[in-house]
């Protein structure tokens, strides 16, 4: 499986994006998905996670309430909608995947994803 994120740009305050991540491979619905963020001079963050099923969900406090986290096993692509954005939001966003034996379980620790796509920038101007 391989990753290609996209849908970054640069916003203003307030505004939405959605940050698409599409999937090579037929085996897509066997992997559990994460969205990590890192600004610049900062570590690499999580933000969002979805199980396998795609019926439990996980979100850094930060982004509660504002993004949301979806997929679609057919179309092979997982999603972050990125509501309400705020200028620390500001960050390189990257897809990850990892295959889960366990149908439910969200991933939220950047060490359990094995397959990273190559980031899309997010830049929200105030």
């Known amino acids: 499986v391989q990753l290609q994120a996209c849908g970054g740009g640069l916003v203003q305050a307030g505004d939405s994006l959605r940050l698409s991540c599409a999937t090579s491979?037929?085996?897509?619905?066997?992997?559990?998905v994460g969205w990590f963020r890192q600004a610049p001079g900062k570590e690499r963050e999580f933000v969002a996670a979805?199980?396998?099923?795609?019926?439990?969900?996980r979100y850094a406090d930060f982004v509660k309430g504002r993004f949301t986290i979806s997929r679609n096993n057919a179309k092979n692509v997982v999603y972050l909608q990125m509501n309400s954005l705020k200028p620390e939001d500001t960050a390189v966003y990257f897809c990850?995947?990892?295959?889960?034996?366990?149908?439910?379980?969200?991933?939220?620790?950047?060490?359990?994803?094995?397959?990273w796509g190559q980031g899309t920038q997010v830049t929200v101007s105030s």
């Open positions: 491979g037929r085996l897509f619905r066997q992997y559990a």
């Open positions: 979805m199980s396998r099923r795609g019926d439990y969900r």
């Open positions: 990850a995947a990892t295959n889960a034996e366990d149908i439910h379980r969200t991933h939220s620790v950047e060490g359990e994803y094995a397959l």
